[in-house]
T-cell receptor, first 110, second 109 residues
Framework: NAGVTQTPKFRILKIGQSMTLQCAQD?????MYWYRQDPGMGLKLIYY???????DKGEVPNGYNVSRSTTEDFPLRLELAAPSQTSVYFC?????????FGAGSRLTVL | KNEVEQSPQNLTAQEGEFITINCSYS?????LHWLQQHPGGGIVSLFM???GKKKHGRLIATINIQEKHSSLHITASHPRDSAVYIC???????????FGTGTSLTVIP
């Protein structure tokens, strides 16, 4: 039982490049979330989804896009990467009150 | 202003000591969560509370809804408890979470 799988674990991007962070869960949870974690700051919500086909913006959505075509997958797209997007990104899913996190993806934009 | 405030930010303890980490919040909540983040970066859920007290092994979590305050206690601390402990509150709608900045705990043998 893998839980929540995030790929890649590490990535370096040049300014202006685009990429997709993948998130897949095998627990059949409806709720999925993307957070970013910056040094000295709490996790900030980028986007979330309450089920397949439904997504909504969180606190810091600018520069990102998501899709949720299946229950299992919730990819996060970065268009035109900027240094401000250097961060650690966590995907999570939820059933009831229990949050399950992926291992994180460390992204550096140079 | 952050919706969730934790104290202390950093904590160093000798092995065996009793440890308390505090969390205060300013929004209406449906539940409060304590999470643990190890140096490798992974985040795991320790507790979910909506009232009273919960205990798992050497960890105890309490919440006072009226005072909007929660504490995480670690009894007989051990070096393997060294991690960042994060308090998070779940909104009244249940859909969103707000996170504290974490308490970095180091337990010295």
């Amino acid at each position: 039982n893998a839980g929540v799988t995030q790929t890649p674990k590490f990535r370096i991007l040049k300014i202006g490049q685009s990429m997709t962070l993948q998130c897949a869960q095998d627990m059949n949870h409806n709720y999925m979330y993307w957070y970013r974690q910056d040094p000295g700051m709490g996790l900030k919500l980028i986007y979330y989804s309450v089920g397949a086909g439904i997504t909504d913006k969180g606190e810091v959505p600018n520069g990102y896009n998501v899709s949720r075509s299946t229950t299992e997958d919730f990819p996060l797209r970065l268009e035109l990467a900027a240094p401000s997007q250097t961060s650690v990104y966590f995907c999570a899913c939820r059933e009831g009150g229990v949050l399950t996190f992926g291992a994180g993806s460390r992204l550096t934009v140079l | 202003k952050n919706e969730v405030e934790q104290s202390p930010q950093n904590l160093t303890a000798q092995e065996g000591e009793f440890i308390t980490i505090n969390c205060s919040y300013s929004v209406g909540i449906s539940a409060l969560h304590w999470l643990q983040q190890h140096p490798g970066g992974g985040i795991v859920s320790l507790f979910m509370l909506s009232s009273g007290k919960k205990k798992h092994g050497r960890l105890i979590a309490t919440i006072n809804i009226q005072e909007k305050h929660s504490s995480l206690h670690i009894t007989a601390s051990h070096p393997r408890d060294s991690a960042v402990y994060i308090c998070a509150v779940q909104s009244n709608t249940g859909n969103q979470f707000y996170f504290g900045t974490g308490t970095s705990l180091t337990v010295i043998p």
